[in-house]
């Protein structure tokens, strides 16, 4: 490939990044665009073939792009819409990297608390195959082997418990409305 098609290849793939961008990006992309085309070559200071390599091209030459894009194609304006709409909105702020390291640091240990709690809570004179005593070994060995997978476990467990908490709470309240069957 001759270092013409790849730049206009690069070129047009340039142009056809541009009307799918963000505006920001449209606006890097711009420059870049203007400065590629700035640095085409020029075909006519290239020399000229000889007889031997003198083939016609098996693709036509594509056209220089323009230095502004046709206007960008309904799925292009759909795409900008959606990244718009889902972008933050400028007040909001990210969290913190010093915040993010202490909410971590503290779920951790107080996954590591619970699991401490519940060993020292657990029966003295249980069996060796008591289920109660054989899930606090677990968690223990778990505390020991890998605190990060203790620490999602543990909040997987605490919502599990709290679904089920809430699911009893709804049963009740649901069984109260039912109508009365008389007797035949």
Known sequence: ?????VHARYVAA?????QVAAPAVQRVLQARLAQAQAQAPDPVAQEAPSASSAAPPARPRPKRQPLNPSPASPLAQL????????QAPA???TELRSAQA????WSRMRAEDEVSEAVQRGPDNAGPLNSHMLVLRTLGLLRELSPDYLQRFMAHAETLLWLEQAGS???PAAGKNKPARGKK
């Open 91 to 93: 007040g909001a702020r």
């Open 1 to 5: 490939m001759s270092r013409d098609a």
């Open 169 to 171: 709470r709804l049963k």
């Open 14 to 18: 340039l142009t056809r990044r541009m």
């Open 79 to 86: 795409n900008q819409h959606v990244a718009a709409i889902s």
């Open 102 to 105: 202490f909410r971590h640091t």
